[in-house]
């Protein structure tokens, strides 16, 4: 999919201006000065949102025209972002560098890539950093409301628990709920969270 194409051929920001209902409900967890990736982060809702708990965001993103979107929205909103283009399949990721990385359906990478942006995120965050995904489920194919068509690109349960199965899990949860997040994500939807915590040691 050409992303730049897409974002930049929508009217408007193509998954809203909010943040992703499963990251607002983390509030608690983000703490003023604290260090965010937050990992294709498109036109910036969830980054913005970020910054405005007081976090120090580096937003990335593969599309220019959905970095220019986030920086309008950051400048709109009176906060900052660190926003890097960026080919997560490619891109050399810092070590510990981050209390928190964030990714919200980032479900572009077929389970090779998958694999291998799994194991950077796993690199980027500090010991005892934390780590909020949210993804579809291959239920998600049905409901046909966002995502990708393929059922290989989807997470579940299992797969989840094996790719971070070093991590301390502290929540793995599938569930089925309506989302309106923009045009991109709106209607019933297959959802599944994690909130998982990299060990001291590692």
Do not use: C
Not at 17 to 22: G, H, I, M, R, S
Not at 35 to 64: C, F, M, P
Not at 151 to 180: C, G, P, Q, V, W
């Amino acid at each position: 999919m050409d992303w730049d194409k897409r974002y930049s051929a929508a009217d408007g920001y193509l998954f809203g201006e909010q943040p992703n209902a499963f990251l607002a409900q983390q509030k608690a967890l983000i703490k003023p000065g604290m260090k965010i990736l937050a990992v294709a982060d498109g036109e910036g809702r969830n980054g913005v949102w970020l910054a405005e708990q007081g976090a120090h965001v580096v937003s990335t993103d593969y599309a220019a025209s959905a970095l220019e979107k986030a920086r309008t929205l950051a400048a709109s909103r009176q906060v900052e972002l660190d926003l890097q283009q960026v080919d997560l399949g490619n891109w050399d990721w810092p070590e510990a560098a981050y209390d928190m990385v964030v990714a919200i359906f980032i479900q572009f990478a077929a389970p090779d890539e998958r694999t291998a942006i799994f194991e950077g995120m796993k690199r980027a965050l500090k010991p005892g950093g934390i780590l909020l995904l949210e993804g579809y489920r291959p239920e998600q194919i049905g409901y046909g409301t966002g995502g990708p068509k393929a059922a290989e690109n989807m997470y579940d349960e299992a797969m989840l628990r094996e790719a971070f199965s070093d991590f301390e899990i502290k929540t793995l949860s599938a569930y089925d709920a309506h989302i309106e997040e923009g045009k991109g994500h709106s209607g019933m939807s297959a959802l599944i969270d994690l909130i998982a915590v990299k060990p001291q040691s590692k």
